[in-house]
């Protein structure tokens, strides 16, 4: 993880400021309304191994393509935690062409919400790191939402969907972006 390919995007304040009290151990304070942290991945991890000169893309998010390395598309890997803690990491996933050219053709129809895809988590997400080469199926609960990463028959991955992790393991690594105020109307 680079810290500039990962963001946070906002929660909502009130009466500008989070009215619970920061965590004893790692002092990052829960949402006040129970909604989890958003931390984003501004591009997969494998555009910063291409040398500038050489990378050649197609799209943005949701989309992207990067020619002879694949396809990727935008998708929410929601982690129950700890102590009223939850947090969606944004992360990209790669996908085969023909599952691309669906996902992009469907998008803004109501064929959208039947989506099912299947791929490989493009980004190195702590405390897990680089997950195994594991297949990984994406499905839509919202049509206004990028897919959810929703299983996995590889059991390591399985259990970060499946499971509830302490809050400060895994907030840890992002602890000083929590902390920070967002930008507004992020």
């Known amino acids: 993880m680079t810290k500039s390919n990962v963001s946070r995007t ?10 619970v009290e920061p965590c004893e151990c790692c002092g990052i304070a829960p949402d006040p309304r129970g909604r989890p942290f958003s931390i984003t991945f501004g591009l997969p991890d494998v555009v910063f191994e291409i040398r500038e000169e050489l990378l050649e893309t197609w799209g943005d998010d949701p ?3 990067i020619k002879g390395i694949g396809f990727f598309v935008r998708v929410i890997m929601p982690v129950k ?18 599952d691309f050219r669906k996902a992009w053709q469907t998008w803004n129809f109501p064929e959208y ?4 895809i299947q791929g490989y988590v ?3 997400i702590e405390p897990w790191n680089r997950f195994p080469h594991a297949l990984v199926k994406a499905t839509v609960r919202e049509p206004e939402q990028v897919p959810y990463l929703t299983a996995s028959e590889n059991e390591t991955f399985a259990k970060v969907l499946r499971e509830t992790w ?3 393991e ?16 992020s």
């Open 113 to 116: 919400a039947d989506l099912e």
């Open 170 to 185: 895994v907030l840890a690594p992002y602890a000083e972006l929590l902390k920070s105020e967002p930008p507004l109307g």
């Open 122 to 124: 493009g980004n190195d």
């Open 166 to 168: 302490p809050h400060a």
């Open 10 to 19: 906002s929660r909502i304040k009130i009466g500008g400021k989070a009215r």
């Open 63 to 65: 989309f992207l393509a």
């Open 81 to 98: 935690l700890t102590d009223g803690f939850s947090v969606n990491f944004g992360t990209w996933l790669e996908i085969h062409a023909d």
